[in-house]
T-cell receptor
Framework: GEDVEQSLFLSVREGDSSVINCTYTDSSSTYLYWYKQEPGAGLQLLTYIFSNMDMKQDQRLTVLLNKKDKHLSLRIADTQTGDSAIYFCAERSKLIFGTGTRLQVFP | DAGVTQSPTHLIKTRGQHVTLRCSPISGHKSVSWYQQVLGQGPQFIFQYYEKEERGRGNFPDRFSARQFPNYSSELNVNALLLGDSALYLC???FGTGQNTEAFFGQGTRLTVV
């Protein structure tokens, strides 16, 4: 069946860039999403990319898509302590989520 | 405008009991989806409803059921609760079911089964 995989943890220093990676298997996905979840909260949509795009930039966020390798990444520039959360990638055809990457930002 | 609202926010039940979770979508949204998020994992799709009809079902046992009402609100029912049903249950609403329609999530209902 369809699957979405992510690395579990990422730790970065405040001010550095963070890169969170995701691989998916469903080639029919036309939209791929990044969600943020803070402790005890629901999911907040951060950004998304359409499958015919290679890159999308939205302020501090850059999404890169390699459709051939089914690889998606989220780059957060100038990472702040408020960015500490769990980040999920999801493919929209069935809204299947990855396991989430816990981003920890230290001063 | 109110976002997606879920009730209750927290719930403690005993094994074998049943539970009903409620979700009110954003005004104008006709699709509601339910997800189970076990601690440390990503959300798992349970059901999607659109215009009161079931449009999708995840890999969950028949103990899980749901319905959508004429006002597009929805209930998720779980019978014969097991300890493993302890999780955060998330509801998402969207205008439609297409891939380009954004899904908005509620804060979730945290169910603890003891």
């Amino acid at each position: 069946g369809e699957d979405v995989e992510q690395s579990l943890f990422l730790s970065v220093r405040e001010g550095d860039s963070s890169v969170i990676n995701c691989t998916y298997t469903d080639s029919s996905s036309t939209y791929l999403y990044w969600y943020k979840q803070e402790p005890g909260a629901g999911l907040q949509l951060l950004t998304y990319i359409f499958s015919n795009m290679d890159m999308k930039q939205d302020q501090r966020l850059t999404v890169l898509l390699n459709k051939k390798d089914k690889h998606l990444s989220l780059r957060i520039a100038d990472t702040q302590t408020g960015d500490s959360a769990i980040y999920f990638c999801a493919e929209r055809s069935k809204l299947i989520f990855g396991t989430g990457t816990r981003l920890q930002v230290f001063p | 405008d109110a976002g997606v609202t879920q009730s209750p926010t927290h719930l403690i039940k005993t094994r074998g009991q049943h539970v009903t979770l409620r979700c009110s979508p954003i005004s104008g949204h006709k699709s509601v989806s339910w997800y189970q998020q076990v601690l440390g994992q990503g959300p798992q799709f349970i059901f999607q409803y659109y215009e009161k009809e079931e449009r999708g079902r995840g890999n969950f046992p028949d103990r899980f059921s749901a319905r959508q009402f004429p006002n597009y609100s929805s209930e998720l029912n779980v019978n014969a609760l097991l300890l493993g049903d302890s999780a955060l249950y998330l509801c998402a609403s969207s205008f439609g079911t297409g891939q380009n329609t954004e899904a908005f999530f509620g804060q979730g209902t945290r169910l603890t089964v003891v």
